[in-house]
């Protein structure tokens, strides 16, 4: 069995032979890039299976190499960071990053993160996650498309749009909290982060629900989090 294969783009040499000794512990084969070149060189000619990236980077910008790895080779990227403002999380989450850490991170909290999107994809590639369509009294999501047709309409999913109702979905009947998606999206889950959460929700209600104002399907649990009901709300 070919060992999991990461690419690290960082300019830190240091970073890189601290993630190249977690990963040996792992199982895991980090290859590395200090530039987007060199980056560039590797995705071409190598079988990876996730991407780390950090976003301060010489020439090429993380950015904007980013979209590249989406959009060329489609491989799930986790972003790396010194900075902590919301701002930068939602563009890398809106390019389609899977996942932002904040440095100083630890190795167990990396490594956890990455279990989480390499179990999630293989189930996808197993089939078993998320349905390809959901339909239910006129609402019609399309999980391969992050299309919405609902009020004889379609709407146009944005990356953390599908991303948080898919959580929503797969947990569908359980609430998740407002800690967990502070933490999984924006990195904390200080009250101040919460604005960020409510509008994603209230831009989710606008697209999915017949009426905002009285959802069905995404419902607030007052000091706890949302619940996402298949087949609506009584």
């Not at 993630?19 to 040996?24: R, V």
């Not at 010489?58 to 403002?85: F, K, W």
């Amino acid at each position: 069995m070919e060992k999991t294969n990461i690419l690290v783009i960082d300019d830190d040499p240091d970073l890189i032979e601290f993630l190249k000794i977690t990963f040996q512990f792992e199982g895991w084969k980090a290859s590395a890039a200090k530039n987007a070149e060199e980056a560039l060189r590797i995705l071409g000619s190598n079988k990876l299976d996730m991407v780390l990236l950090d976003i301060s980077m010489p020439g090429m910008n993380g950015l904007e190499l980013l979209r590249c790895v989406i959009e060329t080779y489609a491989l799930p990227t986790i972003m790396l960071s010194g900075q902590n403002a919301i701002e930068i999380k939602v563009k890398c989450l809106e390019i389609g990053a899977e996942d932002f850490i904040t440095k100083p991170f630890s190795p167990q909290e990396l490594v956890t993160r990455i279990n989480k999107i390499l179990n999630r994809n293989f189930k996808r590639s197993l089939g078993l996650d998320p349905p390809q369509v959901f339909e239910c009294e006129g609402l019609s999501i399309n999980f391969n498309s992050r299309e919405i047709t609902t009020k004889g309409r379609i709407e146009k999913l944005t990356v953390i749009e599908y991303k948080i109702l898919e959580d929503l979905y797969l947990s569908a009947g359980s609430i998740l909290s407002y800690d967990y998606l502070l933490k999984k999206y924006w990195g904390s889950s200080q009250k101040s982060y919460r604005d960020a959460l409510y509008v994603q929700i209230r831009h989710l209600r606008s697209k999915i629900e017949r009426d905002a104002n009285n959802p069905r399907y995404i419902i607030n649990m007052p000091r706890t989090g949302y619940i996402f009901y298949k087949n609506g709300a009584a």
